[in-house]
Structures are given as structure tokens and as C-alpha cells.
């Protein structure tokens, strides 16, 4: 077995299952949920900042409809840092889907976490 990786925080890797891009520092992969790493102590969220959940109902009487999933993230200047549609789809007369986006905040490796406000 190989130490955890004791890297710069944020730096990124990809998945060896799905190949999504993943923290460095990730023992499981948050997208596939795939072991990476079997660590003696696994890295638990610190917490969860932000967690938004939503449903979406078509009405019976409606016809279908499209939706595309767009997740943009803005730095402290509203600059956008990155955007991508995360999901697409379609939903028939009476069909709902539920959307649920979580933020979750680890310990960079070698640092201590996020100080208490």
C-alpha cells in the first residue's frame, strides 16, 4: 500500500474507474463512488456547506419537455471559473425528477481545515 499522497491542495486526478476528475486527495470518488485508496482513517467531510435539493414535476396535461443540468462556479470577483452541464434529459407528461447538489469541504492535505466563523 501506498502513504496518502501528501500533495498541493486542490490538485486533481482522474477517477481509474470513471474518469472523472477527482481531488488528489479523494480515497473514495465522489462521482462513481469507487475505492481509490484503502486508508486506515477515511477522510469524512468536515461539512457540508451548501446542500440545495429541488424537485420537478411535468404536468399531466403537458407535453414533454428538455432539461439540461448547468453547474457554474464563480470566484470572490463573480469571475467564472468554471461551467459545465452536468446532466441532460427529458421528462413525459407526469414524470418528476429530484436534483440534489451538495458542496462538501475536506482538510487539505497537510493543513488543518477550514477555521470555525
Same mark, same amino acid.
Request: charged letters at 20%; aromatic letters at 4%; a positive charge.
Given at each position: 500500500? /501506498?502513504? %496518502?499522497?501528501? *500533495?498541493? =491542495?486542490?490538485?486533481?486526478? +482522474?477517477?481509474?474507474?470513471?474518469? =472523472?476528475?477527482?481531488?488528489? @486527495?479523494? @480515497?473514495?470518488? &465522489?462521482?462513481?463512488?469507487?475505492?481509490?485508496?484503502?486508508?486506515?482513517?477515511?477522510? +469524512?467531510?468536515?461539512?457540508? &456547506?451548501?446542500?440545495?435539493?429541488?424537485?420537478?414535476?411535468? &404536468?399531466?396535461?403537458?407535453?414533454? =419537455?428538455?432539461? /439540461? #443540468? #448547468?453547474? /457554474?462556479?464563480? +470566484?470572490?470577483?463573480?469571475?467564472? %471559473?468554471?461551467?459545465? #452541464? #452536468? *446532466? %441532460?434529459? =427529458?421528462?413525459?407528461?407526469?414524470?418528476?425528477?429530484?436534483?440534489?447538489?451538495? %458542496?462538501?469541504?475536506?482538510?487539505? &492535505?497537510?493543513?488543518?481545515?477550514? @477555521?470555525?466563523?
Amino acid at each position: 500500500m /501506498s502513504a %496518502v499522497r501528501q *500533495g498541493t =491542495a486542490g490538485a486533481t486526478r +482522474n477517477c481509474p474507474h470513471c474518469k =472523472a476528475t477527482i481531488l488528489d @486527495s479523494a @480515497s473514495v470518488c &465522489p462521482a462513481c463512488r469507487g475505492h481509490l485508496r484503502f486508508d486506515s482513517a477515511p477522510q +469524512n467531510a468536515l461539512e457540508t &456547506p451548501l446542500r440545495v435539493e429541488g424537485t420537478i414535476r411535468q &404536468p399531466a396535461t403537458g407535453g414533454a =419537455a428538455e432539461y /439540461s #443540468v #448547468v453547474l /457554474s462556479i464563480r +470566484n470572490e470577483r463573480g469571475e467564472e %471559473v468554471t461551467r459545465q #452541464v #452536468v *446532466g %441532460v434529459g =427529458a421528462l413525459k407528461p407526469d414524470e418528476t425528477r429530484t436534483f440534489t447538489l451538495a %458542496v462538501e469541504m475536506f482538510a487539505a &492535505p497537510g493543513g488543518k481545515g477550514r @477555521s470555525a466563523r
